[in-house]
């Protein structure tokens, strides 16, 4: 009886949580769909006592009706989405130039005070300098918001990042990100935005690791980046906070382009993930993991140069550039 109970205490919290997290964003029909789920189960705990068989067959083909809904959610990219997230970044290449479609540069000044910009810019890759690893913290030290940004001669960068696509006034949920709750999204942005966002605006605190990523290597994470983004405009997915993320789509795309890479609990525990980086040969080997985290951390850095043109520079000043190009 205790193995059933258990049993049919984790399904019955699955159940609450799906219903919570995928009905429509109206508090009164999620607080219905919950209430009758959990009275439902706990009839179920009462009648199993006396009417094991009934019971159980009863609480199974409700269980399996919910489930095979879950299963049938379709992810969309027709939503009410928020304003930051309500445009797909698109590419398409011609030879060595790449034109990046709603690349995002809004200007922040809080959360909810922002002008908003959607652009369109061109890459030479042939130009292309450098690439960087940005981890953004809000909250614990195992959890990080990872960003890729590509350097150009010109001084110029462009960050891609996995977000949340999330409906209007909607806040991010790690635990709803199990529950098909949320689209997936690539967005390429100015450093001013999507960097200055985080650490000016959102306080939160972010660190800034030069890759030992050879040109070639550069080049073809910028292009799957792409492939990636395009792909999701026509095949929408739902965002997972284990297995469609910010750090799991970065790894899959590096595997193909270097081979194989270990796996590694770093991946999901994304706020250890230089360490990661470090120990495959990604970050520069002239320096310890704890030497390049300080030199790297740029909260101040950003938070003093806020509009500054020179945003980028200002806030790699003092960070080493790798002399030994690796992957």
Known sequence: ????????????LWGALTLWFRIPERRGLRALGVGSWILFACAVMVLIRGHRAPATLGFAIVFALLFVWWLRAKPSNTRNWADDVAQMTTGTAAGNQVTLRNV??????????????????????????GVDLITSYWSYKAIAHVLVSFGFADGGHVVFSVEVRRLKNVVYSELAGFFKAYELSIIAADERDIIRLRTNVRREDDYLYRLALAHPAGRAL??????????LTVAPR????????????????????????????????TGYLPGYIHRVGGLDPRHSLGELRALGRITERARAA?????FSAAIRAGIPVPSDLTL
Request: proline share 2%; glycine share 4%; aromatic share 12%.
């Open 222 to 231: 910028f292009l799957a980046y792409v492939t990636q983004a395009n792909q």
């Open 238 to 269: 739902f965002y997972n906070t284990v297995t469609a993320n910010c750090s799991m789509l970065v790894y899959h795309m590096m595997s193909r382009i270097v081979g194989h890479l270990p796996l590694d609990h770093r991946l999901l525990l």
């Open 1 to 12: 009886m205790g193995l059933e109970t258990t049993v049919l205490g984790v399904l019955t």
């Open 104 to 129: 995002r540069n809004f200007d922040w000044r809080t959360r909810t005070d922002y002008t908003v910009r959607w652009e369109t810019r061109t890459y030479d890759l042939d130009q292309l300098t």
């Open 306 to 310: 806020d509009r500054n043109p020179d």
